[in-house]
């Protein structure tokens, strides 16, 4: 297919401004959690741009929405695009719905250029990635790779009590399909980079190879509450004296296995929470990451000797909980290649990297050859309602999506 054949960059921008005016917020971001009105009348937006492709459109029992384009052999499996619409509360513009849009794009421009393809081609808007109204993450492509049960979810709550059943219901988006894997030919997911990496580097495209590792931890350190005056120091069972050294160790790990370490400690509670009261207990929440799995299970050995030794010279009784574990995931050579090789057909800049993000793409990579495409973000930012990505990268990432995509339903 000839290089000059590229998608529509004005109308994937005013796409992506229809959406993002879908709960937009005075800042400039957007709010469209998931399974909210707002998530709801994003989705409806979705369908009818779809339908009005003529896409075969149907939804699961977890509300993941999967716009069909007919190939010419449909007892071929077929290739998936895609990513998710739900936001952060104070979310950007382009996170997670890039990769919608740009999907959508793709089939726009086929449509345009009637060109046939011999596999199906879909594109699909998975339920709750973000996670941050109902827990965990990534949860709709999570039930179908078979991650968690369907009951799992059904069950969720947000912090009013509503559950993720009762949202789906409420919205229309509970469907009828069955949500389970099925086969595909191959899953490419556009999406920001939500880092610095790219635009450090002045790169256009992101071959990612894969998805990093992650260990979260909750560490609850154990000391005795007492008056903050006239206890002398040399007295005090603190958890503070374990929490500091422990906190500056994980930092630590991440630097000895720089570049690709990562250590973040994004919650802490103190109790009784009392300004002249020496904690009795505090629970610290710990994040490690790294892409080599054998790296990453050392990080955690390390870090739990860590915690014990510390707490033990301190007279301070640790424990830790493992809250979730993301393990690492190698996306698919062939596919990498593939859009490795797209890149430079394009004539457009582009080094190999690995996520540091979660993303569906994980769930997929379960069951699906998968593979993913970066561009860059404004500062590397992202969960924040100042992320920004440029019309020429989102629509170089959306050409290299298009002519992959080609090559993969042409297969």
């Known amino acids: 297919m000839a290089a000059t054949l590229g998608i529509n960059g004005e109308r994937l921008w005013s796409s992506l401004m229809t959406l993002a005016a879908i709960g937009g917020t005075q800042r400039g971001g957007c709010n469209r959690q998931a399974l909210t ?16 492709l003529g896409c075969t459109v149907t939804v699961d029992e977890v509300g993941n929405i999967f716009a069909a384009r ?16 739900d936001t952060q509360p104070t979310g950007g513009r382009f996170d997670g719905v890039y990769g919608v849009m740009a999907g959508l794009e793709v089939l726009r421009t086929l449509e345009d250029q009637h ?6 081609i879909e594109v699909a808007s998975w339920t709750n990635e973000e996670g941050c109204r109902f827990a965990p993450a990534m949860l709709g492509s999570g039930v179908v790779a078979g991650t968690y049960p369907l009951e799992y979810a059904y069950e969720r709550q947000d912090e009013s009590g509503r559950t993720f059943l009762g949202e789906l219901e409420r919205i229309g988006y509970r469907g009828s399909t069955p949500a389970r894997r099925r086969a595909f030919h191959a899953m490419f997911e556009a999406h920001i980079e939500q880092g610095p990496i790219l635009e450090k580097s002045a790169t256009t495209i992101g071959v990612v190879t894969g998805i990093q590792g992650a260990y979260w931890l909750d560490v609850m350190l154990e000391g005795v509450a007492c008056h903050a005056g006239p206890t002398p120091m040399e ?17 630590a790990l991440a630097a000895e296995h720089a570049p690709w370490g990562r250590a973040t400690l994004g919650d802490l509670k103190v109790f009784p929470g009392s300004r002249n009261t020496v904690p009795e207990r505090l629970v610290i929440s710990v994040d490690l990451r790294h892409p080599d799995g054998k790296v990453l299970d050392g990080m955690i050995a390390s870090f739990r000797s860590l915690v014990e030794s510390v707490s033990a010279r301190q007279g301070i009784g640790p ?8 393990p690492p995931t190698a996306f698919d050579p062939r596919l990498v290649d593939l859009v490795e090789s797209t890149a430079r057909y394009l004539g457009l800049s582009h080094i ?3 996520s540091g993000a979660g993303h569906d793409s994980l769930n997929t990579a379960q069951f699906a050859p998968t ?3 970066f561009v860059p973000c404004a500062g590397g930012l992202s969960h924040n309602e100042a992320e920004e990505a440029s019309l020429a990268d989102l629509v170089a990432g959306a050409n290299v999506l298009l002519h992959a995509v080609l090559v993969a339903a042409n297969d």
């Open 70 to 85: 007919a190939g010419a052999d449909a007892a071929l499996p077929p290739v998936l695009m895609g990513s998710h619409l």
């Open 235 to 251: 007295m005090r069972r603190d958890p503070w004296r374990a929490a500091c050294p422990i906190i500056e160790g994980a930092f």
């Open 115 to 120: 060109i046939p393809t011999r596999r199906s």
């Open 352 to 354: 190999r990297m690995v």
């Open 371 to 373: 593979a993913m495409i």
């Open 319 to 326: 424990g830790i909980e493992q809250v979730w574990h993301m």
């Open 37 to 52: 009105d707002e998530d709801k009348a994003g989705r409806d937006q979705f369908v009818s741009w779809t339908r009005a």
